[in-house]
Nanobody, 127 residues
């Protein structure tokens, strides 16, 4: 099991940028595939981006492609989500999640496959 703590959320105007961080502690972070999800009020949690534990594979939902970038620093036990050109519809609580894998290039999209979750960080984009 790994403990996850998100940070970096806040209030930003449309067109602005934020960088979310997810710090992990516990077991070997470098063997965990990571993902970012978000949940807006009244909506289901949705997939945003994922990265393999090697960092060599990434995947994004269509609505954030070209605007968001997921990355990781295994030496710092941290995964990041750089969010540019933010839109009001990006407003949500953002969660990071982790799942231990043997395969270094696998990415995981389905939230039900993740074992560990952070507490979330609020991102609010004003128009």
């Amino acid at each position: 099991q790994v403990q996850l703590v998100e940070s970096g959320g806040g209030l930003v105007q449309a067109g602005g940028s934020l960088r979310l961080s997810c710090a992990a502690s516990g077991r070997t972070f470098s063997s965990y595939a990571m993902g970012w999800f978000r949940q807006a009020p009244g909506k289901e949690r949705e997939f945003v981006a994922a990265i393999s534990w090697s960092g060599g594979s990434t995947y994004y939902t269509d609505s954030v492609k070209g605007r968001f970038t997921i990355s990781r620093d295994n030496a710092k036990n941290t995964v990041y989500l750089q969010m540019n050109s933010l839109k009001p519809e990006d407003t949500a609580v953002y969660y990071c999640a982790a799942v231990g894998l043997n395969e270094p290039t696998t990415i995981v999209v389905a939230p039900t496959l993740y074992d560990d979750w952070g507490q979330g960080t609020q991102v609010t984009v004003s128009s």
